[in-house]
């Protein structure tokens, strides 16, 4: 996100969860920010959106790697963000989420498993989640929103990635790795690939 609104540069941080979710806010005024969409959902910048530009997942040996004028800054976790980060890594393999994030979300899809993970695309608002588990037996191709797809899992950071295989303006898409209940919690009208569509 470019953290520019109004020709004012904000400053961002995590503020809490909503929908089970991180959510930003901004030093400045304490408005509330969506972290996928970028849309103001609370406070005196209600109502604007920041540019949202393609983040993928990714490890800092691959960025030094792929770009040797790369710099790269490593932070160090503290000691509760390290804790919680292995309490998330452990709630997506076992399929179960801590009770801190049960509490801050209100289940309104059925149509997955909560905790299902998975590529997430949107394009305006229009979304699909590609279920991580149809991924690993190979790359799904197609054509989605006008726009020529390849989703696969990437050989070397092992996390779902689109690529935009279509000529013309269209040379990159958003998309987050995510768990179902999150996703849908911004997109509840996404789509959901299956084998059969």
């Known amino acids: ?106 289940r309104t899809d059925e149509r997955l498993d909560a905790v299902e993970m998975g590529l997430s695309i949107w394009h305006g608002k229009e979304a699909k989640f590609y279920p991580e588990r149809l991924l690993e037996a190979g790359p799904i191709r197609e054509t989605w929103q006008g726009i020529s797809l390849t989703i696969r899992i990437h050989p070397a950071t092992k996390i779902p990635v689109a690529e935009v295989q279509s000529e013309g303006k269209e040379k990159e898409i958003l998309q987050v790795h995510a768990m179902w209940y999150g996703f849908v919690a911004t997109f509840p009208q996404a789509e959901i690939y299956s084998e059969e569509s």
């Not at 710099?71 to 390290?82: E, F, N, Y």
């Open 1 to 106: 996100m470019t953290p520019i609104v109004r020709g004012r540069k904000l400053t961002f941080a995590a503020y809490g969860l909503y929908q089970g979710l991180s959510l930003l806010a901004d030093l400045e005024t304490q408005s509330y920010w969506d972290h996928i969409t970028g849309e103001c959902i609370h406070g005196e910048f209600l109502g604007e959106k920041l540019e949202v530009r393609p983040l993928l997942h990714t490890r800092a040996d691959l960025v030094e790697k792929e770009n040797p004028q790369a710099r790269v800054a490593i932070s160090k976790l503290s000691r509760r963000r390290d804790w919680m980060t292995r309490i998330m890594q452990i709630a997506i393999k076992k399929k179960w989420l801590p009770a801190t994030f049960q509490r801050q979300f209100k």
